[in-house]
């Protein structure tokens, strides 16, 4: 069973940065995809990006240039780094993992931007 444990999040002015962390473990034989989706205040759940096993990294439309997502394989960790944050980037991040026929996900981490 996998396990998704994010952190990094916080408060931060629009046009800030902040970079987010996903440490991952247990068994990621069968994982097809690991990435970041976010919820903001009563919206939907909503794919931030994901990066497959072939290395394809998906950005959303609205974070395209802005935000970068990474993998440090050694440490079993997988990183959002976040820049030119706006005030609509506001939500819970979540880290997941797609094994196809169902996802795993974190506890989430709040990201608040604001002046």
């Known amino acids: 069973q996998v396990q998704l444990v994010e952190s990094g999040g916080g408060s931060v002015q629009p046009g800030g940065s902040l970079t987010l962390s996903c440490a991952v473990s247990g068994s990621m034989f069968s994982i097809k995809a690991i990435g970041w989706y976010r919820q903001a205040p009563g919206k939907e759940r909503e794919l931030v990006v994901a990066?497959?096993?072939?290395?394809?990294?998906n950005y959303a439309d609205y974070v395209k240039g802005r935000f970068t997502i990474s993998r440090d394989n050694a440490k079993n960790t997988l990183y959002l780094q976040m820049n030119s944050l706006k005030s609509e980037d506001t939500g819970v991040y979540y880290c997941s993992a797609n094994f196809g026929l169902s996802m795993v996900w974190g506890q989430g981490t709040l990201v608040t931007v604001s002046e």
């Open positions: 990066l497959t096993n072939g290395g394809s990294r």
